[in-house]
């Protein structure tokens, strides 16, 4: 029987210092024609994203059918890498801003920390994006030449580098845009879940260097791990934007709010992120899930236990990571 390992990411931990994205760009897309790739990122939202609008891209599913989508443009949607005047501006006489060498229409963080909302109810959250390693992949329909397969032990999904051809359909089927076309190459590339780590038992790059401790890993069917009670047991873990049809294994614990303000500047009871925001994100489970956040910081707060604010604090580092495959419960 195979399994799926997953990933829970807590978004009002994740205080967008891009360690993850550093973690994997450094092991894994740093040369060879991938310096365009960010195969973890974190982007603010609400924002256009990494590549440039991808939400509204295509791809992912329409019931049986696969969307049409369409290809992210290098230098528009994702900004090609360029040099900076560090000479001239650091090291030499006058007053030269730093700039890049070259004009520049769109890159990673482009619109980091803008947000949405006007003073003094302005608001924004970080959003980290990786491959959601699917259990409908929507990339691996889409191949012509079957290269894209999904791994039995751990439901991992990698791309044949041998099969490839780099005819780019799942590039335009996968909803998230997190596949990428290596044009040294000529192949596609994506995240491949550090399963060179996981197979040791080390948790991937970008989670065991998050500095928020903000994700947990663990497989779906693991009763005793995050993933499962996060995301079946309590329901304060959910998959971003469901209606893409893919299921994605990577969840997220979504913001909660702080309160807005009126013209006097007395706080309201209105949320400051608006609910049909974050239901455009994660779907209409947001809400209840929400809530139970707020009633178990309550109780927390209030003195008591809470078994699911005591998993997301993650006093201990190495308890947010099982990766050792235990033995499956049966009901």
């Keep these: 029987m195979s399994r799926q390992l997953a990933m829970v990411i807590d978004l009002n931990k994740c205080i967008g210092c891009q360690t993850c994205t550093l973690a994997c760009k450094s092991q894994w897309t740093d040369r060879g024609g991938r310096e365009f790739m960010y195969w973890n ?11 440039r609008d991808w939400e509204q891209a295509g791809g992912g599913w329409d019931g049986e059918a696969l969307r049409p989508g369409r290809l992210p443009r290098l230098k528009e949607d994702y900004g090609i890498p360029v040099d900076f005047n560090y000479d001239q501006a650091l090291f030499q006489q006058g007053d030269t801003p730093l700039r890049p060498t070259l004009p520049m229409e769109w890159g990673p963080n482009w619109d980091e920390d803008q947000g949405a909302g006007e003073y003094p109810n302005g608001f ?16 691996l329909a889409a191949c012509p030449r079957h290269a894209i397969y999904k791994r039995e032990e751990d439901g991992i999904v990698l791309i044949d580098q ?10 335009a089927a996968c909803p998230y845009k997190k596949i990428y076309f ?32 903000a994700r947990h890993v663990a497989y779906r069917d693991d009763r005793e791990g995050a993933v499962y009670k996060l995301v079946e047991l309590w329901k304060v ?12 294994n990577v969840f ?15 706080r309201t009871d209105t949320a400051r992120i608006p609910a049909d925001y974050l239901e455009h994100l994660f779907g209409p489970e947001v809400h209840a899930a929400l809530t139970r956040l707020e009633k178990e910081i309550a109780v927390k707060q209030g003195g008591g236990e809470s078994e699911t604010i005591d998993l997301l604090i993650a006093y201990r580092h190495g308890d947010m990571f099982r990766l050792s495959r235990p033995r499956e419960e049966r009901p």
């Design 252 to 266: 997220y614990v979504p913001p909660l709010s702080p309160p807005s303000f009126d013209s006097e500047g007395r």
């Design 124 to 139: 924004y959250f970080y959003l980290p994006r990786l491959c959601n390693h699917c259990t409908r992949p929507a990339c």
């Design 41 to 51: 990122h974190v982007e603010t939202q609400p924002g256009r994203g990494y590549p």
């Design 162 to 171: 041998e099969q490839c051809r780099g005819y780019r359909y799942c590039i």
């Design 182 to 213: 290596n044009p040294t190459a000529g192949r596609s590339e994506k995240c491949i879940f550090c399963y060179p780590r996981v197979e040791k038992g080390v948790p991937q790059a970008c989670a065991f260097q998050c500095v928020g401790r």
């Design 237 to 248: 873990a959910l998959p971003l934007r469901p209606d893409f049809g893919t299921q994605p």
